[in-house]
């Protein structure tokens, strides 16, 4: 370990002292105003009265391995991902504690690529190993319940947007290599054509990992096309693919096994070849117009195929009621518009939008024996579909010239249709439907003495419907009657600013009281189906700060932060089987997070970038009857850009969890024979290039 702090020591000298080459100074990111779109409104990140955070293009991909999307969202307060390494549970993000139950995916969390949802009908988002991680410009993330602009989303939403391409075409292409057999390819290419501006990038990931039975390949193809049909008017493609043909599961396994051989499967998953494979196609359309200087129409198409088979690690007969192999059909499309208004009302400005969403969902849906891996006979053969219709207004009204209100509602309506085709042949129809009506509204006051200091309060609500799976019934065929969504109020207040061009902050303090929580729980007669049940009451309470510097004595030089406390626990929890879980802290989620990051560019090229992650204790169960110690984790990327004429050549290398730290990159919340843990890999290292080509003049 000393030599490794020796070298990264030498690493940072050898930057300060290289000689300048033609890279310009102003390569370096500054810190500055910063225009989001995450409220459906294009404004200043300082001026809206919620907690937003975003992370820009070199966070997201300037030397980064690009497993995950939580590379880069881990520098925004907030924010806990867990599952990086297993793709076929994919990343369980959450936001201030909700999505912490997803047992697969991300629950409770809207997910949107360039304007497209990523989040199905029925609220749940079972992969986001679509979104292109190497063409992707910025992430925005609006953290808190967003259910009056949104629908059903107690936690927030993550905005993910595709770079424009330049005015300068260029063709660029990308190869890392790294342990566990680690290797993707990337090709890239982008300009301006006359009206047309296009963005297209194919890539190929593929590895062993670092767990048996980890293996991992996918093909991915993100391309946008935008064409300026007059300057007032545009009309976007978004069309994309995956083929992600393995995606081994080597799931849970015990305490005692992860200490003893971190690199060891559970044996059923082997046994079971546990793990999934899907491709997905989208094609997504948006429609821009300014009438003027004061209106604005947005109209939005979309339509999603996915094609799915999951193997899960049990048999699952009839009598067990649940299939061991998944497989599924679904066609998810929709669309939406929205208009803006922005003018004088009464003398003072104004901004009012209103609009509509249109989403649904539809899954032709199997699921078989699985006899080791080998499909057996069919145990399940339904149709389902969902349907969600949410009308929202929005308006801001500027009270003075510093202090300005916003007042929005928002009206949802979502159903749910089962039609079995299995049970209903031998008179046992187990069709069912139901539907949920929710009104949302949104109140906040923002007050902004100059661009240094913004401070904002705000109440609002939410709701979160289950998922389509969530409805198994426990006492019987059909969908669960006793389920509904679950209802948050949150409470917050904040400060944010720009401190000239060398320090950005943003401090929120949130109480969230939530009513009906969504749990999880498993009969003994089924220990391998997930039912759920509204169980009780949580309250949330959190602060989240993060800071950011580039010293003026310093030139080069970046230093952030970010830090959350979560304060999450049951208000009341009875379980079916007795248990009182009241007072109990909701598991999955760490008291303490922290990440700081040192980043410094130099003038001729060279780059260092040093983060540390703290994640503080944690449970991994709901009678918190097992903790999971805290951990820290520290990795380093160091880079060279160089400019050759037309050609710009970037060679890095990374390296993860440089002082190895033992920990598990997942735990399996309430799982089934105390096997919670997911092992995270050693100190492990990767390096690549980029060479990119500019066609010039």
Same mark, same amino acid.
């Given at each position: 370990?000393?030599?490794?702090?020796?070298?990264?020591?030498?690493?940072?000298?050898?930057?300060?002292?290289?000689?300048?080459?033609?890279?310009?100074?102003?390569?370096?990111?500054?810190?500055?105003?910063?225009?989001?779109?995450?409220?459906?409104?294009?404004?200043?990140?300082?001026?809206?009265?919620?907690?937003?955070?975003?992370?820009?293009?070199?966070?997201?991909?300037?030397?980064?391995?690009?497993?995950?999307?939580?590379?880069?969202?881990?520098?925004?307060?907030?924010?806990?991902?867990?599952?990086?390494?297993?793709?076929?549970?994919?990343?369980?993000?959450?936001?201030?504690?909700?999505?912490?139950?997803?047992?697969?995916?991300?629950?409770?969390?809207?997910?949107?690529?360039?304007?497209?949802?990523?989040?199905?009908?029925?609220?749940?988002?079972?992969?986001?190993?679509?979104?292109?991680?190497?063409?992707?410009?910025?992430?925005?993330?609006?953290?808190?319940?967003?259910?009056?602009?949104?629908?059903?989303?107690?936690?927030?939403?993550?905005?993910?947007?595709?770079?424009?391409?330049?005015?300068?075409?260029?063709?660029?292409?990308?190869?890392?290599?790294?342990?566990?057999?680690?290797?993707?390819?990337?090709?890239?290419?982008?300009?301006?054509?006359?009206?047309?501006?296009?963005?297209?990038?194919?890539?190929?990931?593929?590895?062993?990992?670092?767990?048996?039975?980890?293996?991992?390949?996918?093909?991915?193809?993100?391309?946008?096309?935008?064409?300026?049909?007059?300057?007032?008017?545009?009309?976007?493609?978004?069309?994309?693919?995956?083929?992600?043909?393995?995606?081994?599961?080597?799931?849970?396994?015990?305490?005692?096994?992860?200490?003893?051989?971190?690199?060891?499967?559970?044996?059923?998953?082997?046994?079971?070849?546990?793990?999934?494979?899907?491709?997905?196609?989208?094609?997504?359309?948006?429609?821009?117009?300014?009438?003027?200087?004061?209106?604005?129409?947005?109209?939005?198409?979309?339509?999603?195929?996915?094609?799915?088979?999951?193997?899960?690690?049990?048999?699952? $007969?009839?009598?067990?009621? +649940?299939?061991?192999?998944?497989?599924? /059909? #679904? !066609? *998810?499309?929709?669309? =939406?518009? &929205?208009?803006?208004?922005?003018?004088?009302?009464?003398?003072?400005?104004?901004?009012?939008?209103?609009?509509?969403?249109?989403?649904?969902?539809?899954?032709?849906?199997?699921?078989?024996?699985?006899?080791?891996?080998?499909?057996?006979?069919?145990?399940?053969?339904?149709?389902?579909?969902?349907?969600?219709?949410?009308?929202?207004?929005?308006?801001?009204?500027?009270?003075?010239?510093?202090?300005?209100?916003?007042? $929005?509602?928002?009206?949802? +309506?979502?159903?749910?249709?089962?039609? /079995? #085709? !299995? *049970?209903?042949?031998? =008179?046992? &129809?187990?069709?069912?439907?139901?539907?949920?009506?929710?009104?949302?509204?949104?109140?906040?006051?923002?007050?902004?003495?100059?661009?240094?200091?913004?401070?904002?309060?705000?109440?609002?609500?939410?709701?979160?419907?289950?998922?389509?799976?969530?409805?198994?019934?426990?006492?019987?065929?059909?969908?669960?009657?006793?389920?509904?969504?679950?209802?948050?109020?949150?409470?917050?207040?904040?400060?944010?600013?720009?401190?000239?061009?060398?320090?950005?902050?943003?401090?929120?303090?949130?109480?969230?009281?939530?009513?009906?929580?969504?749990?999880?729980?498993?009969?003994?007669?089924?220990?391998?189906?997930?039912?759920?049940?509204?169980?009780?009451?949580?309250?949330?309470?959190?602060?989240?700060?993060?800071?950011?510097?580039?010293?003026?004595?310093?030139?080069?030089?970046?230093?952030?932060?970010?830090?959350?406390?979560?304060?999450?626990?049951?208000?009341?929890?009875?379980?079916?089987?007795?248990?009182?879980?009241?007072?109990?802290?909701?598991?999955?989620?760490?008291?303490?997070?922290?990440?700081?990051?040192?980043?410094?560019?130099?003038?001729?090229?060279?780059?260092?970038?040093?983060?540390?992650?703290?994640?503080?204790?944690?449970?991994?169960?709901?009678?918190?009857?097992?903790?999971?110690?805290?951990?820290?984790?520290?990795?380093?990327?160091?880079?060279?850009?160089?400019?050759?004429?037309?050609?710009?050549?970037?060679?890095?290398?990374?390296?993860?969890?440089?002082?190895?730290?033992?920990?598990?990159?997942?735990?399996?919340?309430?799982?089934?024979?105390?096997?919670?843990?997911?092992?995270?890999?050693?100190?492990?290292?990767?390096?690549?290039?980029?060479?990119?080509?500019?066609?010039?003049?």
């Amino acid at each position: 370990m000393k030599k490794i702090r020796i070298a990264i020591v030498a690493g940072v000298s050898l930057i300060s002292t290289s000689p300048l080459t033609t890279m310009a100074e102003d390569a370096v990111h500054k810190l500055g105003d910063i225009t989001v779109e995450s409220t459906r409104i294009e404004k200043s990140q300082y001026k809206v009265p919620a907690a937003i955070g975003t992370v820009n293009q070199d966070d997201i991909q300037l030397g980064r391995q690009q497993l995950g999307l939580d590379e880069a969202l881990v520098k925004i307060p907030g924010i806990f991902s867990l599952n990086r390494y297993n793709t076929a549970q994919d990343l369980r993000i959450s936001i201030r504690g909700f999505g912490a139950r997803a047992p697969f995916g991300i629950r409770g969390i809207k997910v949107f690529a360039d304007g497209i949802p990523s989040t199905l009908a029925d609220g749940s988002t079972s992969s986001i190993l679509d979104i292109d991680i190497g063409s992707a410009e910025r992430v925005e993330v609006l953290r808190g319940p967003v259910s009056s602009l949104y629908g059903s989303a107690s936690g927030g939403a993550i905005n993910v947007y595709t770079e424009d391409g330049p005015e300068i075409p260029f063709i660029e292409g990308r190869l890392s290599l790294g342990e566990f057999s680690f290797n993707k390819e990337q090709i890239k290419a982008g300009g301006q054509a006359g009206k047309l501006n296009y963005l297209v990038n194919f890539s190929h990931t593929e590895q062993d990992g670092f767990r048996q039975h980890n293996e991992s390949e996918r093909y991915l193809l993100n391309s946008k096309f935008r064409y300026d049909i007059t300057p007032s008017s545009s009309l976007t493609v978004i069309a994309s693919a995956i083929d992600a043909p393995t995606n081994n599961d080597p799931g849970g396994v015990k305490a005692s096994t992860a200490a003893a051989d971190p690199t060891a499967a559970r044996q059923r998953n082997v046994d079971f070849n546990a793990g999934e494979e899907f491709d997905q196609q989208k094609l997504g359309l948006v429609y821009k117009h300014t009438f003027g200087e004061n209106h604005a129409l947005r109209l939005r198409n979309y339509y999603i195929w996915r094609n799915f088979s999951g193997r899960l690690p049990f048999s699952g $007969g009839i009598a067990e009621g +649940n299939g061991g192999q998944i497989q599924y /059909d #679904r !066609f *998810f499309f929709g669309g =939406g518009a &929205d208009y803006t208004y922005s003018g004088n009302v009464f003398g003072h400005g104004n901004r009012l939008i209103v609009g509509f969403d249109i989403d649904a969902q539809n899954d032709d849906r199997q699921r078989f024996e699985n006899n080791s891996g080998v499909r057996g006979a069919l145990t399940l053969d339904q149709d389902e579909e969902v349907t969600s219709f949410g009308v929202f207004l929005q308006d801001e009204f500027q009270l003075t010239e510093s202090l300005e209100l916003t007042a $929005g509602v928002r009206y949802d +309506n979502v159903e749910f249709d089962v039609n /079995d #085709r !299995f *049970f209903a042949n031998a =008179g046992g &129809d187990e069709s069912g439907s139901t539907s949920f009506e929710e009104w949302n509204p949104r109140v906040a006051l923002l007050w902004s003495a100059n661009d240094a200091l913004n401070f904002y309060a705000s109440f609002s609500t939410s709701f979160e419907t289950p998922g389509t799976t969530d409805f198994a019934n426990p006492n019987g065929g059909g969908l669960n009657p006793d389920l509904k969504p679950q209802t948050a109020k949150n409470y917050e207040i904040g400060f944010k600013g720009l401190v000239g061009s060398s320090v950005s902050y943003d401090l929120a303090i949130f109480h969230i009281d939530v009513e009906d929580e969504l749990i999880a729980f498993e009969l003994p007669s089924q220990p391998n189906r997930k039912f759920f049940e509204n169980a009780g009451s949580s309250t949330h309470d959190g602060l989240e700060a993060s800071l950011s510097v580039q010293p003026s004595f310093f030139p080069g030089l970046t230093i952030s932060m970010a830090y959350t406390y979560s304060d999450f626990e049951f208000d009341t929890f009875r379980t079916r089987d007795g248990d009182v879980f009241d007072g109990n802290t909701i598991p999955g989620i760490p008291e303490h997070q922290f990440h700081g990051e040192v980043a410094y560019y130099h003038p001729g090229g060279l780059y260092t970038i040093f983060e540390m992650q703290y994640v503080g204790r944690m449970f991994a169960n709901n009678s918190n009857s097992v903790e999971v110690d805290p951990y820290q984790v520290g990795n380093i990327r160091v880079g060279y850009l160089a400019e050759f004429g037309d050609w710009e050549i970037t060679p890095f290398l990374g390296i993860n969890n440089l002082f190895d730290e033992q920990y598990s990159s997942n735990i399996r919340i309430n799982a089934f024979g105390s096997r919670f843990f997911e092992p995270a890999p050693d100190r492990n290292f990767y390096a690549g290039i980029t060479a990119r080509y500019n066609f010039g003049e």
